[in-house]
């Protein structure tokens, strides 16, 4: 039991390492998950910067350091979908069909992707912290404050790898994965990543106070303006574990089905 | 047939190929239409979305719109074309990829006029986003800007698609590979948000406001905005369309220079 626990755990640091390799061997793919989120930023913040002086806007230190935790959601939204465009690849490229008759877990595959996509998502959370320190951002908790960001960001990650490699899986198809981009916009319009809830229109003012990524932005939020409140955290470390389990059961029904289907 | 008699045969050879291509670039949205999908809907998704979470910035002092969706609506013309333009220099990059290219470089038109082709054909998709992004905005209370004011913005539509095929096929011919997709996308987006996309100019902030006061683009987002937030204007007309010239002739030459170098 202990042995093959080992082993799979072995699978799954040496498909995460691959999936970290093989992002870093092609920039140009990693890229956008980070140039499209700051760009967004810089030109947001830009644009809707004097935002903080309309009435009922939270207090905050600037328009930024409102703004970074939506780009860090964003860039995890678009890590986990990178993930799963990356697995439905190796699905095209007949790499995984030599995984799947490997006496190594199925499961222990699609989690060394998101092994893969846990790094990527620290590292953008690495990022935009540094970004938002060069450009003046005081983290209200400190350190403790930067290295929840940086765990909550990468959780998040997985946790939304989850459901790309589920729909990967289940259409083994890059196009189809990359067809969800507008819809990862859709869902980050609908939450709190780039203005608070109360200043938003209905309907998406009421979508987003129900929205789990919401609570998700805030959770990472909350570290960077104000102080760590039990409630809010904890509210996003639900959240986190509802997405990651809703990616982690999805991905479970797709690998039985095509397992069924002999795939 | 009158028409065509008095035109000399050259000419009209010219003006079958660039039918020809027109067509072709048509047909693609009749036989695929799932591949123009995301083109159509992300300008749609992207209107809905900025309006939802920005929508109360009207409340700031010196915006000079009530209605954001007003205000946003040509951006997001803006944002249709540009994307329908970068996705003809994508096609044009599968076409080298795939030799198809090569195929037209080697028959006996002009390369001028294959570059007429596919910049016609990006002009006239644009309207299929900005189509339905008008219906949608209109439906959710956006002005109405007047024929004059909406015939204006639809020819600013063509025109940006223009500039955004010309640059999306300059970058094409440049690298020959669909991997230079995102750079024709992201270029042309920031061209766009970099200017008063959000907010008047007078309320943005730090660099952005730098940029956006030099940025030509900012010229072509008014143009196509006078009559969604107030009067048309020749005034607010001619800075727009100078700038879409320049910005084609620019990047017109960048395209027949990269045609001209290109071998088969």
């Known amino acids: ?263 | 047939m009158r028409r065509h008699l008095l035109l000399p045969p050259s000419v009209r050879a010219d003006l079958e190929t660039v039918r020809a291509l027109v067509r072709r670039a048509m047909n693609e949205i009749t036989r695929v239409p799932g591949a123009a999908i995301p083109g159509v809907l992300a300008p749609t998704i992207f209107f809905l979305g900025l309006t939802s979470v920005f929508g109360n910035l009207t409340l700031l002092p010196g915006f000079d719109s009530e209605s954001y969706q007003s205000f946003l609506v040509p951006v997001s013309l803006m944002q249709g074309a540009a994307f329908t333009g970068a996705a003809t220099g994508v096609n044009l990059a599968r076409d080298i990829e795939q030799g198809w290219f090569d195929r037209l470089l080697s028959s006996p038109a002009p390369r001028p006029v294959l570059l007429a082709g596919l910049v016609l054909s990006a002009s006239l998709r644009a309207l299929i986003p900005a189509a339905f992004l008008l219906i949608v905005a209109f439906a959710i209370g956006a002005h109405w800007p007047g024929l004059l004011g909406l015939l204006i913005a639809l020819a600013v539509v063509m025109g940006m698609a223009v500039v955004a095929a010309t640059w999306g096929t300059s970058l094409a011919l440049r690298f020959r590979s669909q991997s230079a997709a995102p750079l024709m996308q992201v270029g042309m987006l920031l061209l766009v948000l970099m200017t008063t996309a959000y907010a008047p100019l007078e309320l943005l902030t730090g660099w952005l406001q730098e940029v956006a006061r030099i940025n030509p683009v900012t010229q072509v987002v008014e143009t196509a905005r006078q009559g969604f937030v107030g009067p048309v204007t020749w005034a607010d007309t001619w800075p727009g369309l100078v700038a879409l010239a320049g910005l084609a002739i620019l990047f017109t030459f960048a395209a027949l220079r990269g045609m001209r170098r290109m071998t088969y």
């Open chain 1, 1 to 263: 039991m202990i042995e093959r626990l080992a082993a799979n755990a072995r699978v799954v640091v040496a498909l995460g390492a691959r999936s970290v390799t093989q992002t870093a061997r092609r920039p140009q793919l990693a890229a956008p998950l980070l140039i499209f989120p700051t760009a967004l930023l810089a030109i947001q913040t830009g644009g809707a910067g004097r935002a903080v002086d309309l009435p009922g806007f939270p207090q905050v230190e600037s328009f930024l350091a409102f703004m970074l935790a939506g780009a860090m959601v964003q860039g995890s939204l678009l890590a986990g979908n990178s993930g799963g465009i990356a697995l439905a690849l190796d699905m095209e490229m007949g790499f995984t069909d030599r995984l799947w008759v490997a006496p190594i877990s199925r499961f222990g595959v699609v989690l060394g992707r998101l092994a893969g996509t846990a790094m990527l998502g620290a590292f953008i959370a690495l990022w935009f912290i540094v970004l938002g320190l060069v450009f003046g951002v005081g983290f209200q908790e400190g350190v403790l404050g930067v290295i929840w960001v940086v765990v909550l960001v990468a959780a998040s990650a997985v946790a939304f790898g989850g459901i790309g490699a589920a729909i990967a899986l289940k259409s083994g198809r890059a196009s189809v994965v990359q067809g969800l981009f507008p819809l990862i916009f859709v869902i980050l319009f609908l939450s709190t990543a780039f203005f608070p809830a109360s200043l938003m229109l209905e309907p998406a003012a009421s979508v987003a106070e129900y929205n789990p990524l919401s609570f998700i932005v805030e959770g990472i939020r909350e570290p960077i303006v104000a102080e760590f409140e039990t409630t809010d955290q904890l509210k996003a470390i639900a959240s986190v574990i509802g997405v990651g389990l809703f990616g982690i059961l999805l991905s479970a029904a797709a690998l039985r089905g095509r397992a069924r289907r002999g795939g």
